[in-house]
């Protein structure tokens, strides 16, 4: 039985139209797989089902009623829970205060009931199997602890059916393994999902049916098991996706930047050099330090100990805006908190960096800056209407492309890449594996971390794999294998 069916959507923002006619369904005990470009109508249709966004034409029937109006609240209260990419937990409160948020227990007079909700938090995540402090603050949190957190909100509240928007972007392959074990646990006592995800692994392994979305259209839908990887990738982009290796070998010059002994906040002892454009892919589980690292090259984080030197040159303090000037530039992982500024225009959001570097120039020439945000959104291929809408009118892939574009406008020597596909199509990370190649080509020094292996391969001229903040393998090209660097990975080399 259909739990939810969703007939001839449509839906326009002014004059374009961005959903057709689409038909989605979701059966109940079932895992749906959602797919599609960035850009294809995935967020526009989950929006409406949501209750965020109004429809223009077509009907919605949840548990066999029809939805007149659905507003966020009718559809929260009938079941639907929408797990976003860009997590929404609250740092500043405790785990069990994110849970019950708006929906707390209180006793007489208002007084809140706070040992009952965290023993009601710690009896959903044992009956989860997770190991969480519900009194525990959750800024204190890893990434992956908080998108947990976010599911564990949807589940409290008896929700029918879970909206998993790329929900296993930040967890580890262990962390993702817990996730599936949890999801299916839950198919069992009949909960349903949509899950939307690029990563067609775990869409083989997780899903049971698959609907895909191109230019606000439905280009195909069916079984898992009745398709394949290369057919969804044909119906996603129009041609099979290129499995092919991307690389490129380069002559490598001289060493642009040094590490030596170097410690700081998540790893510790680190000594490396990276040659003036070379690709180096830092690569390790969730945790591993690598982020930290980029980080500490940014100057975001302090240096503890030890030595770091840029164009030969050491540093000894931290501060962004000093490294800026040294010639690099930082692309962070997490897009919501650290790269998009929502009060502005995609236009300012991209020329802002710049401006920062040229000391707050009194004027801005906007004309200019159109211009050259012109020429990267060809490059990069951004899906955009007009350069003046908010930030937040783009889908979250195309929202990166911005973000890279906004370092690419500062001309830096020196590109520190933090997941720089995460939350990007199959056809936009091949666009920007070879952007990286072009830029390492033009001798633009690249430092990448990621937990793609088939992505390090396709870039990396060498690879470092760290485990609880130290370096424990280095890979030239050619001894880049998914096997051996996930040995490393999760230290199975000392088991």
């Known amino acids: 039985m259909d739990l939810l069916e969703m007939k001839n959507i449509s839906k326009s923002f002014y004059t374009t139209q961005v959903l057709f006619d689409v038909d989605f369904s979701v059966k109940e005990g079932e895992v749906h797989a959602l797919l599609g470009e960035n850009g294809a109508g995935k967020s526009t249709l989950m929006n409406i089902l949501g209750g965020v966004l109004s429809l223009d034409l077509g009907e919605i029937k949840f548990n066999g009623e029809r939805v007149i109006s659905p507003t966020i609240k009718t559809m929260e209260k009938l079941g639907i829970a929408f797990v976003h990419q860009e997590l929404n937990v609250i740092n500043d409160l405790r785990v069990y205060e994110n ?28 009956m989860l199997g997770l190991e969480m402090d519900p009194a525990a603050v959750v800024e204190e949190l890893k990434t992956s602890e908080k998108q947990l957190l976010e599911i564990c909100k949807a589940l409290y509240f008896n929700a029918k059916l879970l909206i998993l928007d790329e929900p296993t972007t930040a967890l580890s392959t262990e962390e993702i393994k817990h996730l599936f074990a949890i999801i299916n646990r839950l198919k069992e006592q009949g909960k349903s999902f949509i899950f939307i995800s690029h990563k067609m692994p775990e869409i083989f392994e997780i899903a049971d049916r698959y609907t895909v979305l191109r230019n606000g259209k439905v280009t195909a839908a069916g079984k898992i098991s009745e398709t394949s990887p290369e057919e969804v990738t044909k119906y996603m982009v129009g041609v099979s996706a290129d499995a092919g290796d991307t690389y490129i070998k380069r002559e490598l010059r001289d060493e642009i930047l040094q590490l030596k002994n170097l410690s700081g906040p998540g790893f510790d002892n680190l000594s490396f050099t990276v040659r003036k454009g070379e690709i180096l892919a830092l690569t390790g589980l969730a945790g591993c330090g690598a982020s930290e690292v980029l980080e500490c090259i940014f100057g975001a984080v302090p240096i503890y100990s030890g030595m770091l030197t840029i164009q030969g040159k050491k540093e000894k303090r931290a501060g962004i805006k000093n490294r800026m000037k040294r010639g690099v530039a930082m692309l962070p992982s997490n897009r919501k908190e650290n790269s998009v500024i929502p009060d502005m225009t995609i ?8 401006h920062i570097l040229s000391n707050f120039m009194q004027h801005i020439f906007k004309k200019r800056e159109q211009k050259k945000f012109s020429q990267m959104k060809d490059v990069l291929n951004i899906k955009a209407e007009s350069s003046g809408y908010s930030i937040n009118a783009l889908s979250g892939g195309n929202q990166q492309k911005v973000f890279i574009a906004r370092w690419l406008n500062t001309n830096a020597d020196i590109l520190l890449f933090d997941n720089p596909t995460q939350g990007v199509d199959v056809g936009a990370k091949e666009e920007i594996y070879k952007l990286i190649l072009k830029f390492a080509e033009e001798g633009k020094t690249i430092l990448v971390n990621t937990l793609e292996i088939p ?10 794999v760290l485990y609880e903040g130290r370096l424990i393998g280095e890979f030239t090209h050619e001894e880049i294998d998914e096997h051996r660097l996930m040995q490393y990975a999760t230290n199975a080399i000392n088991v």
Not at 455 to 464: F, G, N, S, V
């Open 455 to 464: 992505e390090i391969k396709k870039i990396a001229d060498r690879c470092l």
């Open 99 to 126: 849970i019950f948020l708006g929906k707390e227990k209180t006793a007489k007079l208002g007084k809140l009931k706070k040992k009952e909700m965290i023993e009601e938090s710690a009896k959903l995540f044992e």
């Open 347 to 354: 236009l300012e959001n991209f020329y802002c960096a710049e």
